[in-house]
Structure formats: C-alpha cells, structure tokens
C-alpha cells in the first residue's frame, strides 16, 4: 500500500548554499550532510515530508544532466510503500517501466526503487520502504 509522500527531490548546484534558503529563509531543520554514490545530500523535514536537496558534481550524473536539460528544481516524488517488492510487481503487472528491478539502499538506509517517468506522465516516482 503507498502511504504518503516522503519528500520531494530537489537537484541543486551547491547543496550549502541550497541549504540556507530552508533554513535561514523558511526557518525550516535542516539535516546534516549526506555523501551517497558522488551525491551530497541534505534533508530538510517540513512536518510528515521532506526536501531531500542533492547535488552531484559529476558531469555525467543523472542529477548534472537533470540541472543541464531542464535547471535546478523538482526532480523526483517519493512515496512511502509498505511493501516495496510487492508494490513494484503490483505496477510492472499494470504495465509500468521500471528503472528499478529491484529495490536498492537509499542515502538514508531504506530500499529505494524508481519508475520511469515515461509511465507516470512525466514524474519520476520513487517508491521508498522506510520504518517509522
Ligand atoms: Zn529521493
């Protein structure tokens, strides 16, 4: 079952400097700095949700091509599942691309598997299975 929205993905330039706009702007917490696979990431809690800001300085990362073709702003939804596995069988029986087979470990330790925004009118969804 999908719960609810976890946080919204941000791709960003320079995840400092990102950062303070939350923080000293919009007064919101700011988490500490995430390094995952070359990202450096920061989440920003804002009640239930999050902003997960991320910043890639490789030139050929997803999140650099993102900010390249289409600027800086909203680059994935990411829902909270109760089942990531069964959920990601539901939707490929329905027909979805998937860009995740299986689920992976996400910067924050919980398994992550992403849709292809072919199939979901042109958002990337990210399916998440997080204890609370
Ligand atoms: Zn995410």
Known sequence: MIQRID???????????STKFYRDVLGLETGELIEHHG?????????????????DGNPDSVI?????NKGEGIHHVSLIVDDIEAELKAVKEKGVTLIDEKARLGAEGFPVAFLHPKSTNGV?????QKEE
Do not use: P, Q, W
Request: net charge negative; proline share 0%.
């Open 124 to 128: 990337l969804v990210e399916f998440c």
């Open 39 to 55: 990202m450096r990431m920061v989440f920003i809690k804002i009640g239930e949700s999050n902003f997960e800001l991320i910043e």
């Open 7 to 17: 946080h919204l993905g941000v791709a960003v330039k320079d995840v400092e400097e």
């Open 64 to 68: 650099a091509k993102y900010i390249e």
